[in-house]
């Protein structure tokens, strides 16, 4: 029997997404798959050679829980210096992927019946995890507009615990600008709020600047960044992340940590450390690619007749299919007539039924492919 917890949790609908592509093609369908967020690259070398090195050297046992020292100092030296927010080795808990340290933020703050304001739409992994935790979300609209305090005001209650922010953006692809991120740190001074900043795409960003809300005056204290590894350096699968915390949070998240996974992996940790202390050229490669590709998306999608936001950082499209029947019809019709997988829009909140996202974390032939697909068979103009 499972539990009560659970009955209002769907699973996740990119997951969902990238096991069907996968059936499909184990069944000999030409199949173009763009549901997953994750980079078609390989690891950089230097990067494996330094797990390969830690294997070679024994490093192969358990660590301390909050991951091994020299990694969370490089980590708390990255978020003073690039991030302008004053961190210890202390602030720093390393977890198995970006998506644990999330959860265990959630089941360290939220009580039965605390709410939680998202920004809508907002990734998968954020409703379930404020609900699992027994809190309960509340959306404020973010697609093409301007989060502004008075709509942060409207969805707050005296319930209301925490805001979660995700800049750049999965799925929509936007970047909060400084005035956003002033209006959302004045509300949660003004009403005593934590703030969840999930910062993982940081790297992946178009003419933008990332703007951590830390580094606002006050909001260090009441602030929790989430970071990782997947999205940068092309490590999705070796399960690294970490979060920034307050003192007081980072004991209960270390607990959970203690309890649960006891740590992260220690190969995965030796190599996180190599890629931040190595040459980042390879994080300025595939961002270059990422927004060469976004490029002949956002051209191709229009001349196809699609209307798609302009993505300002990540690696999604976010497109808009109101014109041509809602978001789980046109996904439907994609997989159907074009062997195309995409995520449904409305998996990621209330205003998302109008839209389905697009991975371009795909090759460049791929994508040419899908464009062509897409207009030749599912004739959006007709």
């Known amino acids: 029997m499972l539990s009560k917890r659970l009955s209002g949790i769907e699973e996740s609908a990119t997951i969902k997404m990238g096991h069907?592509?996968?059936?499909?093609?184990?069944?000999?369908?030409e199949v173009l798959n763009f549901s997953l967020g994750e980079p078609d690259f390989k690891t950089p070398e230097h990067i494996c050679a330094a797990a390969k090195k830690a294997l070679d050297l024994g490093y192969t046992h358990y660590t301390s829980s909050a991951g091994i020292e020299e990694l969370r100092e490089e980590i708390a030296k990255k978020i003073r210096e690039e991030n302008k927010v004053d961190a210890s080795v202390e602030n720093v808990i390393v977890t198995p992927g970006a998506k644990q340290a999330i959860y265990e933020l959630m089941m360290s703050v939220l009580d039965e019946g605390d709410e939680v304001i998202l920004l809508d739409p907002a990734w998968v992994?954020?409703?379930?995890?404020?609900?699992m935790a027994g809190g309960e979300p509340k959306w404020v609209k973010r697609v093409d507009e301007s989060v502004k305090y008075e709509s942060l005001e409207s969805a707050a209650s005296g319930n209301t615990k925490m805001v979660i922010i995700n800049s750049p953006n999965n799925p929509a692809g936007y970047v909060l600008g400084d005035s956003?991120?002033?209006?959302?740190?004045?509300?949660?001074?003004?009403?005593?709020?934590?703030?969840l900043s999930d910062e993982i795409y940081e790297k992946i960003i178009y003419g933008r600047r990332h703007v951590s809300i830390a580094s606002f005056d006050d909001m260090k204290e009441r602030t929790v960044i989430i970071n990782g590894f997947s999205k940068t350096y092309a490590m999705t699968g070796w399960r690294i992340g970490y979060a920034v915390a307050p003192p007081e949070i980072m004991k209960g998240m270390l607990k959970i940590q203690q309890h649960s996974v006891t740590c992260a992996s220690s190969i995965s940790q030796f190599a996180a450390l190599d890629a931040m202390r190595g040459s980042q050229e390879c994080v300025k490669e595939m961002a270059d690619e990422f927004k060469r590709r976004r490029d002949v998306i956002v051209k191709r999608l229009n001349e196809i007749g699609l209307r798609c936001l302009n993505p300002e950082g990540a690696f999604y499209a976010f497109?808009?299919?109101?014109?041509?029947?809602?978001?789980?019809?046109?996904?439907?019709?994609?997989?159907?007539?074009a062997y195309i997988v995409v995520t449904s829009g409305s998996a990621f909140g209330l205003a998302g039924k109008?839209?389905?996202?697009?991975?371009?974390?795909?090759?460049?032939?791929?994508?040419?492919?899908?464009?062509?697909?897409?207009?030749?068979?599912?004739?959006?103009?007709?």
């Open 180 to 195: 956003e991120l002033k209006e959302i740190a004045e509300f949660a001074v003004e009403h005593d709020l934590l703030v």
């Open 125 to 131: 992994t954020f409703e379930s995890a404020v609900k």
């Open 20 to 29: 069907i592509a996968k059936k499909l093609q184990e069944e000999g369908k």
């Open 354 to 382: 109008d839209y389905v996202r697009f991975s371009f974390a795909a090759s460049m032939e791929h994508i040419l492919e899908g464009m062509e697909r897409i207009e030749k068979k599912i004739q959006p103009g007709g």
């Open 319 to 337: 497109i808009n299919t109101s014109n041509h029947g809602n978001d789980v019809e046109f996904t439907e019709r994609l997989l159907k007539e």
